[in-house]
T-cell receptor, first 111, second 111 residues
Framework: DGGITQSPKYLFRKEGQNVTLSCEQNLNHDAMYWYRQDPGQGLRLIYYSQIVNDFQKGDIAEGYSVSREKKESFPLTVTSAQKNPTAFYLC??????????FGPGTRLTVL | QQPVQSPQAVILREGEDAVINCSSSKALYSVHWYRQKHGEAPVFLMILLKGGEQKGHDKISASFNEKKQQSSLYLTASQLSYSGTYFCGTVSSGSARQLTFGSGTQLTVLP
């Protein structure tokens, strides 16, 4: 079955530590995205990539970094520079500007 | 800039109708509609492209007025399964072809 997987589902980290969230897709989509969602809020774009080895900052990129070395993978690193990292993180992929397919999300809690 | 959704929340009885609106201050290329259940990933409902089209999916339909930069989602004869938060996402006509989500409309359908 084609789809997007994110791991882990829940992640706990101590303040000041970097953490990497995994996102893999087997839909053969060129474009991939990372969003952050806070309780009761909409989705805010962190980074997106339209092609391998290229990515652009979204609206809230500060404190985050990404890489796109393979078409299938788009990992997100939450660095210690991110002041308030506790949130629900969603990865998505799409074929061009068509509908986005979302992964199940990773809920990150910084203690 | 984030599109504006209204209302923020609506409560219905099963079988009643609802309309959710989405408006943007920018010229739009397309509008996407998604539904998210609590704790889950958003699920794609439909996409409307520039051209003022209207789409339908079962008892859920949407319209897109590109001149007014507005879209509306229509839910008729609502079912319990329609409960969730509905997000519109807009892609502006311009170089930055990224999807920007509204803050969502929480829909609750009661028996």
């Amino acid at each position: 079955d084609g789809g997007i997987t994110q791991s882990p589902k829940y992640l706990f980290r101590k303040e000041g530590q970097n953490v990497t969230l995994s996102c893999e897709q087997n839909l053969n989509h060129d474009a991939m995205y990372w969003y952050r969602q806070d309780p009761g809020q909409g989705l805010r774009l962190i980074y997106y990539s339209q092609i391998v080895n290229d990515f652009q900052k979204g609206d809230i990129a500060e404190g985050y970094s990404v890489s796109r070395e393979k078409k299938e993978s788009f990992p997100l690193t939450v660095t210690s520079a991110q002041k308030n990292p506790t949130a629900f993180y969603l990865c998505a992929s799409s074929r061009g500007l068509h509908e986005q397919f979302f992964g199940p999300g990773t809920r990150l809690t910084v203690l | 800039q984030q599109p504006v959704q209204s209302p923020q929340a609506v409560i219905l009885r099963e079988g009643e109708d609802a309309v959710i609106n989405c408006s943007s201050s920018k010229a739009l290329y397309s509008v996407h509609w998604y539904r998210q259940k609590h704790g889950e990933a958003p699920v794609f409902l439909m996409i409307l492209l520039k051209g003022g089209e209207q789409k339908g999916h079962d008892k859920i339909s949407a319209s897109f007025n590109e001149k007014k930069q507005q879209s509306s989602l229509y839910l008729t004869a609502s079912q319990l399964s329609y409960s969730g938060t509905y997000f519109c996402g807009t892609v502006s006509s311009g170089s930055a072809r990224q999807l920007t989500f509204g803050s969502g409309t929480q829909l609750t359908v009661l028996p």
